[in-house]
Structure formats: structure tokens, C-alpha cells
């Protein structure tokens, strides 16, 4: 019988006590790192020694030599990674599109008294009110003082708009920077990872720190990450671009930009702010995270200015609408001032128009001589005229202007910024030019049925100091509006001016309801997807005590059959032949 190798059983254990040891040490770093952040769990994957070759009794026979540590791995699914990559980007979309919900609601503060729905109802309450007693100068103070809140709020909640949007881009900024140094991590990462198993061996610990930057990389925009079979380095696709590849990758930056490279953005009249994009590198290209925090806060910019547009729809009906109703009035002054504008200045006619591509905006047309008024009597749509109820016949204000025109189109803040109470109702004794009375030309005394003059229209008188049937025309068109306009003709259409404003705000609490509610469903989602990360990469206690006894007493097994072995050698070499001495 051949005989084994004298010291082949002192290997034997040696290999058992240096692999114990190893998955000893490895389950301490398990414990070490339980609550580490992004930590998988490691093990040491362990396999028997090829064996030694013996003969006995004329056979080949063979003895195994015990085990080997073949690697280290660490528990990682990669399945549950790119189902969270997903979702994750998905829950910071929603908990960004969500903040700004609440930042625009505290702008409109409609729960307090001090936001734009009281405004509208305080002014008109005082419309109301003065139209009733059009002579009271203490109604027609409030009209006016009432007027001056609501245009100070519409444009309070304009300008805190702009800042918000203002923010946002400074976020944006901000969030760009922060994805740069996210790929500048995972590209030092992906060349540390192929040095370091270029041997062989799996650099699990930089694995673990990659994988935790690809899950913050991936709250800021859709990704889809896959990893190179040879180098074990990651590829990293948004929207179709190539942001990481390898050891190359492509920054993000802020544009436009000069020649010079310097960000300037692009000015936006409409909105008094300046606009950016977000391009990929020095190519210009602009580009779209599709989700998370980035491509809600380029939504939640675009839904801002939206509101812009709604608060200038409000402006421009006062401007055109409103303003066109009080100009058909007479005032209490000794002039009886007419054809005056309630709401910008004197000089100037607000209308509602379509550009060249169909678009409608205010238009003020400024004249540098102001502007004059024309009186007309009313006809029907059969060609009579108009009688009143008290037998009177109606008349109709022509408003033009005169002198050099200057046109400007109002859109945006620019529409807001224009809505101020016109300064001459401000003046000394200016609430009596309110226009509060309807102008009407008596009948014929030789035929009723006719006004005094078709062509005379000194004749044309205001309708005593108590009418303010005016001011009901402008009460009625600000609280019930005016069926016979539409979008083409008004910028609210049909609507008064107080349901447009609640039909905007019932918008936004729909949406922002939604948002919520999404954002509730989407946060369970990533929590169950978690838990399913958690269940294969996390660290179990039980589990990890179970298997530090279990190799702790391998260790000492191998440990004890060493020593054993040692004194069986010590006895045959120290002792053998050294009977009878």
C-alpha cells in the first residue's frame, strides 16, 4: 500500500482552520455593516480540495485534502435593483411635483383672508353695494379701494410666481451639479472595480458603493444602468444618451451659453425671467430626464407659468371687458367724465386680439393724445332703438384714440403688471368719476317713440345722480359674466370672473390631490420593492450568529485535529527507535 504524504493531514487542517477563519472574519464584516446603508451581504463561497491519489490492496484510491475558500460574493439581485431604479425615479417625480403643489397653493393662500378669492369677493361686494347708491361717496371710496387690493394681489401672486420659477431653475442648477459628481463617483468606481478584479477576485465593497450612487443617480432622472460582462464596469442610458460608458461620461450643463461658454439663458418677456435648458456637454443638445426630481422641476416650471397665464387671462378680462363697461358710463363729476378706463391708465385701449398664429393676447394701443369718446344711440338687431325701462332711449360710448399710436402686446407678467387702478380715479375727488350712470336721450315730446334727436347728441343726458345702472352692468359681467362672449372675444370666454378664478383653483386641488395620492401609491410601491432588495442583500442576525458558531466551531474542530496530529508526529519522530535507551 502506498503510503500518503507524512504532513498531507497537517495541510488538511490547515486549509480547514485558514477557510473557517476567513468565513469568521466575513461574518463579522456582515455585523459590522447591518446597518450601513446599501450593504450587501457577503459569504465565502467554500468547495473540497482536489483529492490525493493513493493505492491500496492493488487499487487507486483517493483521500480528500479539505476545502478551499473559492470567493467571496455578495447576495445582490439584480432584477430588484432595476425594478427600484425605476420606481425610485418615479416617487422623487412625484415628491417634487408635490412640493410645488403646496408652494403654489400657499402663494393663492386662498384660506386666508388675504389672498386673491377674498379680494375678488370683497371687490364685488363693493361693486354691488355702490350700485345700489351710486350717489354714497363712502361706496364709491371702497370700489375703488377694494379695486386697488385686488390688482395688488393678482400681481403679488404674479411676482411670487416668478420667483418660484426662479428657484426652480436655481434647483435645477443645483441638481445638475450634484448628477456630475454622482457620474464622476461611478466612472472612478468603474475603474477601481476592473483594476481590482482584473485577478479575478470581486471588489464587493466598491460594488456595493457604486450600486448605492445608482440608486441616488437614478431620483434624478430615468435610467437605465447595465453592466459590461468583461470589465464589470456599468453603462448608464438616459432618454437615449450615453451619460456614463465605462470610464468615459458625458457631463450635464446649464444652457444656453455663449460663444465663451458662459451660461446666459434666453430671456422670456412673457414671463419677466429668464429661461434655461439643461444640454448634454458642449453639444448644445438639449436634454430630457423623462423622471425624477429633474424632469419634475422642468414640469412644475412649465405648470407655473401656466398659473402665470391664468392671472393674466383675469388681467386682461379687467382690462378689456371690464374696463369696456365702464367706459359706457357717466360719472358724478361736474364733466360727467365718460369713456374712461377703470382699471391701466387713459391713454391707452385695451383689446383682445390674435396674432399671426391665432394666438390671442391683450393689445394696448397707447395714443399720444389720450383718448376721445363718441355718443350713439343704441339699436337693436332690427335696426330700432333701444328704450330703457323708464322710456328713455339708450346710448353707447364709442371710445377712440388720438395722437401717435404705440402698440404693445400684453402677455404673461406683462398683462398682470398693466392691471393697476387708473390713476386719475386716484386724484382729488377722482371716485366721483366713477361711472356709475347710464347716459340715455329723452323721447320726442311730439313722438314718444322716438328720441329727441337722431343726430344731436348734446341732447344726451346722464340718468340722474341715484342711477347706477351701470355699475349693475359692471356688477353683473364680473359675477355672472357674459354668455355671448366666448374665447375669441374675451380671454375667460363665457365665464365671470370670479367662477374662472375658482375653476383654476378647483384645477389645482384636483391635481394636487392626484399628485398625492400617486405619491402615497408610488411610496408603497418602492417600500415593497425594497423589502424585496432588503431580503436578499440585508443582513439577518440569526442568520449571521447561526453561522458564526457553526464556523467558529469548524475553526476549533480543525484546530483540535491539528493539534492531535502534531503529537502523533512528535511521538513518531521524537520517539521512534529510542526503546531500551
Known sequence: MAVRSTFAGL??????????????????????????????????????????????????????????????????????????????????????????????????????????????????????????????????????????????????SGEQLQSQITSLYNDITANVAKVNEITDNIVALNKSIMALEAAGGSANDLRDARDNLADELSGYMS?????????????????????????????????????????????????????????????GVVFDPLNGTLAAEVDAIAEDKKYIDKLADMASFLLVQFNGQHQQGAGMDANNTTGTNFFGDNKTIYTWEADANGN???????????????????????????????????????????????????????????????????????????????????????????????TDMTLVVANGTADGTNGVLMSTLFNLGNTSLNSTTCSIGTNSFESYYNSIMTAMGVDSAACKANLQAQEDLVEEVEKWRSATSGVNWDEELTNMITFQQGYSACSRCLTTMDEMLDRLINSTGMVGR
Not at 486549509?15 to 464584516?29: E, K, M
Not at 459569504?43 to 490525493?52: E, T
Not at 403654489?104 to 386666508?112: A, G, L
Open 11 to 156: 495541510n488538511t487542517m490547515y486549509r480547514g482552520i485558514s477557510t473557517n477563519r476567513l468565513a469568521l472574519d466575513t461574518v463579522g464584516h456582515n455585523m459590522s455593516n447591518a446597518s450601513a446603508v446599501g450593504y450587501s451581504r457577503q459569504s465565502v463561497n467554500q468547495a473540497a480540495v482536489m483529492p490525493d491519489k493513493i493505492y491500496a490492496n492493488g487499487t487507486q484510491q483517493y483521500i480528500g485534502s479539505g476545502v478551499d475558500s473559492l470567493s467571496i460574493t455578495r447576495a445582490r439581485d439584480v432584477y430588484a435593483d432595476k425594478k427600484y431604479w425605476a420606481e425610485n425615479g418615479t416617487q422623487k417625480y412625484l415628491t417634487s411635483r408635490e412640493n410645488n403643489y403646496g408652494k403654489v397653493e400657499e402663494i393663492f393662500n386662498d384660506s386666508q383672508d388675504t389672498g386673491v378669492k377674498n379680494a375678488v369677493t370683497e371687490f364685488y361686494k363693493a361693486l354691488s353695494d355702490w350700485s345700489t347708491n351710486n350717489s354714497d361717496v363712502s361706496e364709491r371710496v371702497a370700489v375703488l379701494e377694494k379695486a386697488s387690493i385686488l390688482s395688488e394681489r393678482i400681481n403679488r
Open 360 to 454: 390671442y393676447r391683450t393689445v394696448a394701443t397707447a395714443y399720444a393724445d389720450g383718448l376721445t369718446s363718441t355718443k350713439y344711440l343704441k339699436k337693436d338687431a332690427d335696426g330700432n332703438y333701444i328704450k330703457n325701462a323708464d322710456g328713455n332711449f339708450e346710448v353707447g360710448i364709442t371710445v377712440a384714440g388720438s395722437g401717435t399710436a404705440t402698440a404693445e402686446e400684453l402677455k404673461g407678467i406683462l398683462a398682470i403688471k398693466a392691471l393697476a387702478v387708473n390713476p386719475i380715479l386716484n386724484e382729488v375727488d377722482g371716485e366721483k368719476k366713477l361711472a356709475g350712470q347710464a347716459w340715455v336721450m329723452p323721447p320726442s315730446i311730439t313722438d314718444p317713440t322716438k328720441p329727441e334727436s337722431e
Open 223 to 283: 435610467v437605465s444602468i447595465s453592466e459590461e460582462k468583461d470589465t464589470s464596469m456599468y453603462t448608464i442610458v438616459c432618454n437615449g444618451a450615453t451619460i456614463v460608458n465605462g470610464i468615459t461620461k458625458i457631463d450635464l450643463k446649464m444652457g444656453p451659453r455663449d460663444d465663451a461658454g458662459n451660461v446666459i439663458g434666453m430671456h422670456n418677456k412673457d414671463y419677466g425671467l429668464t429661461d434655461y435648458n439643461i444640454e448634454l456637454g458642449d453639444t
